[in-house]
């Protein structure tokens, strides 16, 4: 989960979505590639870095937005050029300035009262992004040198050039969606500031070309929903978060890949992918892997309040279930089938191979327009009898409801694991 503040309301799963950091200046970086892949298909309406900045310079009077990473370079400032090539094609270039880097030069310098080349200690980085938008799907390219990875255990890596081709169905309620995404990787893996040297580089992260293509159908449920009482003539402070209710949503699909080149020896290590029924296939020779399985994911979300008064107007409760492996979860649901069945004690790792992942979420007003959020990670380990249910990677975060743009607002979050914060512009998501 991590610092992928995208809310669990969102109900799409998770492909693999880009968490968010302030450890690389566009603001994001992708998750190590792995199998089973993550959850989910369509990446909603989120709003790029570039854009959130170019917003909040242009009205907010923002014109440098401040993050804080303490396995980078502790506090640094970000500003955006967004240059529109088309229509619907822009061109950015993004700047940082580390804080603390420019006070130690000018300590230095004065200290000293010799010449400092200022350009060796203000990191510099160049990332382009080219999007293009179609009514139910978009297609982004990008291109990134380095392109910065996180792995499971939280380390970050940097590939000296990432290559990628992503099509994307976009979000709805209900219904079918698909993603498909192309990404070479170049160059050998370093492991980012920060990480712990002695980890060993991700195997999917070698020189490669990535092929990944999964389809699902999502189906939305609504138990209750109240739209009567609202106040007359007041606008919520966000019209997505108007209607009390307590609704499911239920994903189900299928997901396949395929890697060329060094990545593919990711299929030759003995993981958790061994153990499963889903189709995989290594052609050490050739340098060639395959790989399929299903997955399945159900999100319960429970809100009281319109989000129209001035004090605690605003209780939101989310849950969301996990099953990043088909094949694992029924073969371990078979197996406890058959223990109940002929009474026998079932193993502890098959109870394992059925608990999903589970991520839950507390959202509440404190007073008009700011709401105060927590997302955390809850793990199920049966094997651990004295920690049998751990919350982990939990994430702060205020929201700043901007009432006159309908539903959009301005997130700090930070992450107490992580020692990371970050300031952050949202539209259109609940």
């Known amino acids: 989960m991590l610092r992928r503040m995208r809310w669990m309301a969102d109900g799409d799963g998770r492909w693999e979505l880009d968490v968010e950091t302030p450890a690389t200046m566009e603001g994001a970086a992708r998750p190590v590639p792995g199998d089973p892949l993550p959850l989910g298909l369509s990446r909603g309406p989120r709003v790029t870095r570039t854009k959130q900045l170019d917003f909040l310079h242009r009205f907010m009077a923002s014109p440098l937005v401040p993050s804080f990473s303490a396995s980078g370079a502790g506090l640094s400032v970000h500003h955006a050029h967004l240059v529109h090539l088309a229509h619907n094609w822009s061109f950015t270039i993004l700047e940082q300035l580390h804080v603390q880097k420019l006070i130690a030069v000018v300590k230095e310098k004065l200290s000293n009262r010799q010449e400092v080349s200022w350009s060796n ?15 139910h799907q978009n297609i ?30 976009v979000g709805s309620k209900s219904g ?17 500031s920060g990480g712990e040297e002695t980890s060993d580089v991700p195997v999917a992260l070698l020189p490669g070309l990535c092929a ?44 396949a890949s395929g890697s060329f080149g060094d990545c593919s020896k ?15 296939y290594f052609d050490e020779r050739n340098k060639f892997a395959a790989f399929a399985d299903l997955f399945a994911s159900v999100n319960f979300t429970a809100q009281q309040g319109n989000f129209q008064r001035l004090f605690l107007d605003l209780t939101r409760v989310s849950a969301r ?7 694992l979860f029924l073969r371990g649901a078979s197996q406890l089938a058959q ?14 191979d059925v608990c999903p992942d589970v991520i839950v979420s507390l959202q509440q007003q404190i007073v008009g327009p700011f ?17 049998f249910v751990r919350v982990d990677d939990s994430v702060f975060a205020i929201d700043w409801a901007l009432k006159v743009l309908g539903s959009a607002k301005a997130t700090a979050w930070y992450s107490p694991k992580h020692q990371e914060a970050m300031v952050e512009l949202r539209f259109f998501e609940t």
């Open 121 to 135: 200690d203000i990191k510099k980085q160049l990332h382009d992004v080219m999007s293009l938008g179609f009514p």
């Open 140 to 169: 982004t390219l990008e291109a990134s040198w380095p392109g910065l990875f996180i792995d499971k255990n939280g380390v970050y890596w940097d590939v000296p050039l990432s290559l990628s081709a992503d099509l994307t169905s």
């Open 176 to 192: 079918l969606s698909y993603h498909v995404l192309l990404q070479q990787n170049s160059g050998e893996p370093k492991c980012f």
């Open 212 to 255: 990944k293509a999964a389809v699902s159908i999502k189906k939305s449920i609504d138990i209750w929903r109240k739209k009567e009482d609202k106040l007359k003539n007041v606008q919520p402070y966000d019209v997505f978060l108007s209607d009390p209710h307590v609704s499911f949503t239920g994903i189900i699909g299928a997901v």
């Open 266 to 280: 990711r299929m030759s290590v003995q993981n958790e992918i061994q153990k499963t029924n889903a189709f995989k």
């Open 321 to 327: 279930l996990d099953i990043s492996s088909g094949s």
């Open 339 to 352: 223990d109940f069945f002929f009474s026998r004690r079932p193993e502890l790792e098959i109870f394992c």
């Open 371 to 387: 709401s105060f959020r927590v997302e955390s990670s809850v793990a199920i380990d049966p094997k651990k009898q004295d920690n």
